[in-house]
């Protein structure tokens, strides 16, 4: 059931950051774990972890994350734009990092002709939805 659930957060994830439908695929989101952590972390906690790639051009919308989220840019390059940082261009072997709840203003791939990949890792409560959109 947890595993359905975190489909389901997935697939909602991925239309709030892309602001489209599903069928444009401008974020295509591969799960590589969802574990509950609960017995390492002292609480109801889960760790997610997914590879998405970004179709070039694509643009996320405002959102934020309930808890910590680690990003590792894969392939390509990606500017984002964090609540408190100025935009940035991540490449290829560098890191991101978000607090929880704050809020990320832009995700896009600059590339008008190559994907772009990052692998997310999100901590957070059990049956937590992975990103809450922005208002």
Do not use: C
Not at 53 to 74: D, M
Not at 126 to 134: A, F, I, K, R, S
């Amino acid at each position: 059931m947890k595993l359905l659930g975190g489909l389901v957060a997935v697939g909602f994830l991925l239309l709030l950051l892309t602001g489209r439908t599903a069928s444009e695929e401008a974020f295509k989101t591969k799960v590589l774990l969802q574990k509950d952590i609960s017995r390492y972390a002292g609480k109801d906690m889960q760790l997610w972890a997914g590879e998405i790639t970004l179709a070039p051009g694509a643009t996320g919308s405002k959102h934020r994350h309930p808890g910590p989220t680690f990003v590792y840019v894969l392939a390509g390059d990606v500017e984002a734009e964090f609540e408190g940082t100025p935009l940035h261009t991540y490449h290829t072997g560098e890191t991101i990092y978000e607090d929880p709840l704050q809020l990320h203003i832009s995700t896009r791939n600059p590339s008008k002709t190559e994907a772009a990949r990052i692998l997310v890792f999100h901590l957070s409560a059990n049956g937590e939805p992975l990103t809450q959109p922005e208002k």
